[in-house]
């Protein structure tokens, strides 16, 4: 028999992950998608699904459109009263808190508004009014003014939730403009910089892939985000590297070793992991040496730079020369 995609669950595992994902998802699944889930076959998919449909107080619904079948479990008509715990509420204030620098003021009331509504659950006795209060701040330098976004930032989380393409006017940094019919699938958060990450498309007819490779693009280049009659199933992105090497670009992954001066900038990058496999060491004048893996090289030399004279490139030599003309060229500035 073939080996199993994922060998540590169990069929009954499988069939209470698949009944949990059916019922708090909210939403349907095609039987792609619960076969990446649920990290086994379609054809164990089916048969799980067949022990559910066999049970028909469990309420298994099956929906074919367009030759596909998509499948939810029926909700139940009047819903259990739950209440949101004071701590529940704490962490979703604290959230709040974190990004608020992030969201036009439009979006800032309306979670604001939400966060109250959802006070009104907390059980008797329980004021919300204190977990609610501020309890965290975020300071960020260049940080970027969302408010003139605050309709394209709704049109692209609507089309990640539809599953729809947009049309969307795109100006780069060299201020050159251009449309692409796009696939939105996540927002990414980087920097205190928003981004939309999905897949450029055909402009017309089924939604066809152009290139192999996603497309990321930062929010505040774009110009328009224009919502179209065209849906897409099963356009996913690949995970976010788990390695949480150096570098929001991701490229080929390259050891990469920098010397930082005793003091300050030594102690801020000791604090830091910066790649799981690190390895942090001090040579014979005192000064920190970081061994780490970077997946993109132009971020790197940029951060090196970002710390003067208190930081040298040694390794790889393709990195010493970067910043070795980076730093001439800024020289030649004020010679």
């Known amino acids: 028999m073939p080996k199993k995609i994922d060998s540590d669950a169990t069929a009954g595992q499988k069939l209470l992950i698949l009944h949990s994902l059916l019922v708090f998802g909210n939403r349907e699944y095609s039987l792609t998608e619960l076969a990446e889930k649920l990290r086994c076959s379609k054809q164990t998919v089916l048969r799980l699904l067949a022990q559910l449909e066999s049970r028909p107080e469990r309420g298994l619904i099956k929906e074919t459109r367009r030759g596909r079948d998509y499948y939810r479990m029926q909700r139940p008509a009047r819903r259990p009263q739950m209440a949101l715990s ?12 974190f ?15 939400a966060l109250q509504k959802a006070g009104t659950l907390l059980p008797e006795g329980e004021g919300a009014n204190a977990f609610l209060a501020p309890q965290a701040a975020t300071l960020a330098r260049g940080a970027i003014d969302y408010t003139p976004y605050q ?3 709704k049109q692209l989380l609507a089309a990640i939730r539809r599953k729809s393409v947009l049309v969307l006017c795109y100006r780069n940094l060299q201020g050159k403009e251009n449309a692409y019919d796009y696939a939105p699938v996540r927002l990414l958060r980087f920097h205190d910089t928003l981004y939309v990450q999905g897949w450029r498309v055909t402009d017309k007819g ?39 090497s150096f570098g929001f670009a991701v490229e080929k992954p390259f050891a990469a070793s920098v010397r930082f001066s005793p003091g300050a900038a030594s102690t801020y990058v ?41 930081a040298e490139a ?9 910043v070795a003309d980076a730093t001439a060229q800024a020289a030649a500035l004020y010679g």
Not at 218 to 232: D, S
Request: charged residues 25%; contains cysteine.
């Open 99 to 113: 990004v608020l620098n992030l969201l036009p003021d439009e979006m800032r009331s309306s979670l604001d508004e």
């Open 314 to 322: 040694l390794a790889p030599e393709e990195l010493r020369k970067y």
């Open 206 to 244: 089924l939604v066809v892939l152009m290139y192999d490779d996603p497309m990321t693009l930062a929010v505040h280049r774009l110009i328009e985000a224009i919502p179209t009659r065209r849906f897409f199933t099963s356009l996913n992105l690949p995970s976010l590297p788990e390695d949480d």
């Open 151 to 153: 309709s394209i930032l």
């Open 86 to 97: 004071p701590e529940g509420l704490a962490q979703l204030a604290l959230c709040r808190d």
């Open 270 to 310: 000791r604090e830091r992991i910066w790649s799981p496999d690190q390895r942090m060491e001090t040579d014979e004048a005192g000064w920190l040496v970081l061994h780490f893996t970077a997946r993109n090289m132009d971020e790197l030399w940029s951060w090196i730079l970002s710390f003067g004279q208190q």
